[in-house]
Structure formats: C-alpha cells, structure tokens
C-alpha cells in the first residue's frame, strides 16, 4: 500500500489546523503533561517557536481530545478535562512606552475574556 505524502505546515502555527489538514507534525505531547501543574510564560523573540507549542497545550488544556488521536499523550491521558485557558498574547502591546499605555491595552486584551469568565476588576 503505498503511503499518502504528508505537507509540511510552512507558517501555520496552530495545532488544530496542523492536525485537521493532515500536515506533517513532530509528536511532542507527552511532553503537555509535565506541564500541566504550571504557569507557561515563553518569553522567546519572534519567530523562535512560541506559537505551535502554545497551541498544542491550549487544545490539550481545554480538552480537545479528538485532535490527539494517534498521538502520544493518548497513551498517557485517561481523563480528559477542560480548564479554562487565558492566552494573552503581548505582541500587541508594542510600542507602550509608558504604564498607563499598557494598563489600557491589558483591559483591551481582557474584555473578551470578562464576557466568558466574568469580570473580575473594574476599570480604574
């Protein structure tokens, strides 16, 4: 039987989509489960591979189970549970020079994740 030639996913960096448009990728989840008891900040420069790992624990943390067929933490995961996930992603507060810049754009970044889990703080 001859095997399907695979596609290297070249500037898709989120897992779901590596993973439901069938491109090749590198099996690093059993790796997702020594993590799972952490705080992930990355703090790498652009273009140094924050993007796809972040994914990858983002669908495991919100127990997208059906995305890990095949791989390896189906070997290690037995309960499946969804948490609630806050991805901020600073790239945005570029060019914030002072507290008051960034203060606004944490609120801007925060807004639609009041409507989900509820707000929590006011503005000032």
């Known amino acids: 039987m001859e095997q399907m030639a695979r596609k290297y996913p070249v500037g898709i960096q989120t897992f779901s989509e590596i993973i439901r448009e069938s491109y090749l990728y590198d099996d690093k989840t059993g790796l997702a489960r020594q993590k799972e008891h ?69 609120m801007w970044m925060m807004e639609p994740l009041a409507s989900v889990y509820g707000p929590t703080c006011a503005r000032k």
């Open 38 to 106: 952490y705080f992930i900040f990355m703090s790498r420069p652009s273009r140094f591979g924050k993007s796809l790992p972040t994914s990858t624990l983002q669908s495991y943390f919100e127990g997208g189970r059906e995305l890990f067929e095949g791989l390896k933490i189906m070997e290690l995961e037995k309960e499946w549970t969804h948490f609630p996930v806050l991805h901020l992603d600073f790239s945005v507060a570029k060019g914030q020079d002072n507290a008051e810049g960034l203060h606004e754009t944490l």
